[in-house]
């Protein structure tokens, strides 16, 4: 049974459950344009492949809820491993639940006062 709630699941190398987290290593090397965006992706996509393969109770537990909101440090609507974890998300929920789930996109920061 879906619990009521919002989580927000800190997927960040520094803070987050590195379950779901890049490795300090993808994340410097593109920081310093050592590694692309497509290099990145292939990378994290098969890291989270195994993360899934190694804790799939873990995962299907995060949908157990009404919102599932990522959190990083990057700013909205820029080149971010969450965007690829909640597709990732989408695909597991379907694959392995009954869930409607649907991805709702980023939501803009509120404006500074």
Same mark, same amino acid.
């Given at each position: 049974m879906r619990k009521a709630s919002i989580v927000w699941l800190d997927t960040t190398v520094k803070t987050g459950t590195s #379950?779901? =987290?890049p490795t300090w @290593?993808?994340?410097q090397q593109w920081k310093a344009k050592? #590694? @692309?965006d497509r290099e990145y992706t292939a990378q994290y996509i098969q890291?989270?492949?195994e993360s899934f393969n190694q804790h799939p109770d $873990?995962?299907?537990a995060e949908l157990d809820t009404d919102r599932l909101i990522l959190g990083c440090f990057c700013p909205p609507n @820029?080149?971010?491993h969450r965007r690829l974890? =909640? $597709?990732m998300f989408v695909r597991v929920a379907r694959a392995y639940t009954d869930m409607d789930t649907t991805y709702h996109g980023e939501y803009p920061l509120p404006p500074k006062a």
């Amino acid at each position: 049974m879906r619990k009521a709630s919002i989580v927000w699941l800190d997927t960040t190398v520094k803070t987050g459950t590195s #379950i779901y =987290a890049p490795t300090w @290593t993808m994340v410097q090397q593109w920081k310093a344009k050592q #590694i @692309t965006d497509r290099e990145y992706t292939a990378q994290y996509i098969q890291r989270m492949q195994e993360s899934f393969n190694q804790h799939p109770d $873990q995962w299907l537990a995060e949908l157990d809820t009404d919102r599932l909101i990522l959190g990083c440090f990057c700013p909205p609507n @820029t080149f971010c491993h969450r965007r690829l974890l =909640a $597709q990732m998300f989408v695909r597991v929920a379907r694959a392995y639940t009954d869930m409607d789930t649907t991805y709702h996109g980023e939501y803009p920061l509120p404006p500074k006062a």
